[in-house]
């Protein structure tokens, strides 16, 4: 059983979808990513026994990260999507 290593990443341009659909890819099978903050800093902190993120890695999940929320802009755009819009709630009124 080998040595599961825990590593903090800057969250940076890096989109929660995306980290955590690749990592087992990059990091193997038992690798899992949570959304985390370390001295003020957003990000996230990646658990695997494999090795680390490479910077090469990263810069593939940033890559695909902008590929993703322009994608995702686009279907926003597409859908007529306003997300403050209210919503009714049916009150039931209070007997005394």
């Not at 059983?1 to 903090?8: C, G, K, R, V």
């Not at 494999?50 to 322009?70: C, F, M, N, V």
């Not at 279907?75 to 039931?92: G, K, L, M, S, T």
């Amino acid at each position: 059983m080998s040595a599961t290593n825990q590593y903090f990443l800057p969250g940076f341009g890096i989109s929660r979808a995306v980290i955590q659909s690749e990592i087992r890819y990059h990091c193997g099978p038992d690798a899992i990513v949570r959304p985390y903050t370390l001295q003020g800093r957003d990000g996230f902190l990646v658990t695997a026994s494999g090795p680390q993120l490479t910077k090469h890695q990263i810069e593939d999940i940033k890559a695909a990260s902008r590929h993703y929320e322009e994608k995702q802009s686009r279907r926003a755009d597409e859908v007529d999507v306003f997300v403050n819009q209210p919503i009714q709630v049916h009150q039931r009124m209070r007997r005394y």
